[in-house]
Nanobody
Framework: VQLQASGGGLVQAGGSLRLSCTAS????????MGWFRQGPGKEREFVAG????????STRDSVKGRFTISRNNAKNTVYLQMNSLKPEDTAVYYC????????????????WGKGTLVTVSS
């Protein structure tokens, strides 16, 4: 199983980025998908999750209204649209697959992708 994340980069505060994560060798539609991040000197934290059907997504409070998670089961891909980026959003972002939403939120993830670095300059 591979989760390949892309779309990170350097952006100025207030800018936008869209992260993508494509899964291979995985029955994608069977998994809850999510994004986590780990900032400099910080622990990894849950950012957003999306159920198998794509409805009723969940995002952490600090990114509500700015970040949107979505998925395309036909393309085995999950996205994270990040708008109005702030310097505190600087982190390595990881996509993840879990068997349930509870597991995802608790970081009890079945599969992790390699991270993609997002750097937001002030």
């Amino acid at each position: 199983v591979q989760l390949q994340a892309s779309g990170g980069g350097l952006v100025q505060a207030g800018g936008s980025l869209r992260l993508s994560c494509t899964a291979s060798e995985l029955t994608f539609s069977n998994y809850v998908m999510g994004w986590f991040r780990q900032g400099p000197g910080k622990e990894r934290e849950f950012v957003a999750g999306i159920p198998r059907s794509g409805s009723a997504t969940s995002t952490r409070d600090s990114v509500k209204g700015r970040f949107t998670i979505s998925r395309n089961n036909a393309k085995n891909t999950v996205y994270l649209q990040m708008n109005s980026l702030k310097p505190e959003d600087t982190a390595v972002y990881y996509c993840a697959a879990a068997g349930s939403f509870q597991s995802m939120v608790l970081s009890r993830v079945d599969y992790w992708g390699k991270g993609t670095l997002v750097t937001v300059s002030s």
